[in-house]
């Protein structure tokens, strides 16, 4: 009888569990919006609902939840993942909602290697958005061949100064002593969670020789990561560009590491993509990213800018390719000469390349778009509020970048589910093949999934910055959802609601193992004098 009783007060108990697993209600719903998983193809209208930050349930059952989103007519897609962003500051957040993008990952450039995890710190409880950071390679040039240490933000802005004066970090070749301590400045950043090693060799093409970008790739390797670059000869032609690019992935094949072209929307892009399509199909882990503009944007005094590469190597003419971002006036080659001794690091855009290229990168598979968002100057007094038109302007890329590529694809009949893969899983998709657990769970509508999610009216959405105002914000992105949190409702960013979280690995134990003579002799006979893998500037014997 005792025991007559215990199965009925348990088969209650679980009849009651039941009755609230059907009644369960969500912290979140949207409702009867266009669900659309790049990874599975799903692509039909459904009810989504979010617990604990997870996407917990899509079915075209009705559902209710604690708040409710009617998507009627709008996409549900994952949140925009930009993998190329150079400004992650409470002043962009804004910017970045109303495009889409719920994480930005600075992984060209990146932060210094020893100040990484404060990098990630700074960040922490007051970021709408999902950050990340590569450890940078120029960084760490500067630190050990010009003892750069004037650190402020510990990232892509100190670029500004760090490339003002001295030029060690860009022409020098490392002795073998200093190789080693520029390897280990990255190693510091790797044990310490950053997301792979970010190489801007295009502005460092004479110090850097072929040995120093594949010990880079080995390094990063050890710990299963990428190397982001900002290829050797870019910009460039459709020689060099290839050429460049064919430098990492020679690299990424020997060693079998991943690998991720930053920008190629340059000369010899079908080939650069040929190349990257091809080598997925043979296993390797090389993906590549494209901002959709014809013009790109960096330093007066970036090397491939002076008059023997961008006049006479490139065929350029300043007066048709160099403007200046804040007045919108080109350049000759003499009021660049005048700026350069006032303001070396003036950030100016460079044309480069036929505006109907860029349908042709919309159409490539598997391309990711990195916007390339620069950093905003002067900062002094930007903060959340700082409205869209007060900031400093910028190229449009910044604030525009992934509701354009939405745009290009409905005006040239490009399917819509390519550009949603585009802006989120093409990203998601490589990283979380190596390994990055944060990846594996996002870029994807499906249950379980984390729910980074970006709502929008494909009909309607736009871009509006513009290379005479880059600040404008996209409209069209309805709303915006971040770990399960809406940030951004009605096309409206909610002030104080900071659900970001930090993109990066667990903390590890070096993997670094310096570099010896003894050790290259013992393994592959050869031994190179320096770092470099010879002496520069030496005279072969005669005999
Ligand atoms: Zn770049």
């Known amino acids: ?66 708040e409710t989103i009617d998507a009627k007519g709008l996409v549900v897609a994952p949140g925009f993942i930009d993998g190329h962003q150079h400004c992650i500051e409470p002043y962009a957040y804004r910017s970045m909602l109303r495009d889409g993008r719920t994480t930005i990952l600075d992984m060209e450039i990146g932060a210094h290697g020893p100040m990484l995890n404060e990098w990630y710190t700074r960040r922490e409880g007051n970021a709408q958005v999902n950050y990340g950071a590569a450890v940078a390679h120029e960084f760490a040039r500067a630190a050990v061949l010009d003892g750069f240490n004037d650190w402020k933000y510990l990232y892509t802005p100190d670029a ?47 110090g850097v020789s072929a040995r120093e970008i594949f ?39 020997a060693l ?37 503009y014809a013009a790109g ?3 007066l005094n970036a090397v491939f800018l002076e008059p023997e590469m961008w006049v006479k190597t490139l065929g350029n003419k300043y007066e048709d390719t160099l403007q200046d971002v804040a007045t919108g006036e080109f350049y000759t080659q003499q009021t660049r000469e005048e700026m350069l001794k006032k303001e070396p690091t003036r950030v100016v855009l460079v044309y480069k390349i036929p505006k109907s290229a860029i349908i042709d990168w919309i159409k490539m598979p598997g391309v990711a778009i990195g916007s390339d968002g620069m950093p905003l100057f002067p900062d002094d007094n930007l903060t959340w509020d700082t409205a869209y038109e007060d900031l400093p302007n910028t190229h449009p890329r910044f604030a525009g970048a992934f509701a354009k590529v939405l745009r290009l ?27 990055l ?32 105002k880059g600040t404008l914000p996209s409209t069209g992105i309805e709303h915006v959802i971040v770990n399960g949190t809406l940030v951004m409702k009605d096309q409206e960013p909610l002030k104080g609601v900071n659900p970001g979280q930090p993109i990066r690995f667990a903390p590890v134990e070096s993997l670094f ?27 072969p014997d005669v005999e």
């Open 409 to 435: 694809a409905r005006e040239n009949n490009i399917p819509l589910m390519q550009a949603v893969s585009m802006t989120s899983y093409n990203y998601a998709k490589p990283l979380g093949d190596m390994g």
């Open 437 to 468: 657990k944060a990846m594996q769970v996002r870029g994807r509508m499906q249950k379980g999934m984390v729910a980074d999610i970006t709502i929008f009216d494909p009909a309607t959405v736009t871009d509006h910055s513009t290379y005479e």
């Open 256 to 292: 079998g590491t991943p690998a991720i072209a930053a920008h190629f929307n340059n000369p010899g892009y079908n080939m650069v993509h040929e190349l990257l399509v091809r080598m997925r199909e043979r296993g390797y882990n090389v993906w590549g990213e494209i901002y959709p």
């Open 215 to 253: 010990e880079l790739q080995k390094l990063s390797g050890r710990y299963g990561r990428f190397i982001d670059m900002h290829f050797r000869y870019t910009p460039g032609t459709d020689v060099t560009e290839t050429n460049g690019i064919q430098e990492m992935l020679a690299n990424a094949a």
């Open 1 to 66: 009888m005792k025991m007559y009783f215990k199965m009925l007060a348990a088969l209650m108990l679980s009849l009651v569990a039941m009755s609230t697993a059907v009644a369960q209600e969500y912290d979140l719903v949207i409702n009867d919006g266009r669900v659309m998983d790049p990874e599975t193809k799903y692509d039909a209208v459904s009810n989504v609902g979010i617990k604990d930050g997870r996407i917990a349930v899509i079915t075209k059952d009705k559902i209710k939840g604690k």
């Open 513 to 539: 193992e310096p570099l010896t003579k003894e050790g290259w002799q013992s393994t592959y006979y050869a031994s190179p004098i320096d770092f470099g893998g010879g002496v520069p500037g030496s005279q």
């Open 297 to 299: 944007s960096t330093a």
């Open 160 to 206: 500004i100064q760090s490339r003002l004066t001295k030029q060690g970090w860009s022409k020098t070749r490392p002795t073998l002593e200093q190789g080693n301590q520029i390897l280990s400045l990255l190693d510091e950043g790797l044990q310490q969670g950053g997301l792979g090693i970010g190489s801007t060799v295009g502005y460092m093409r004479e």
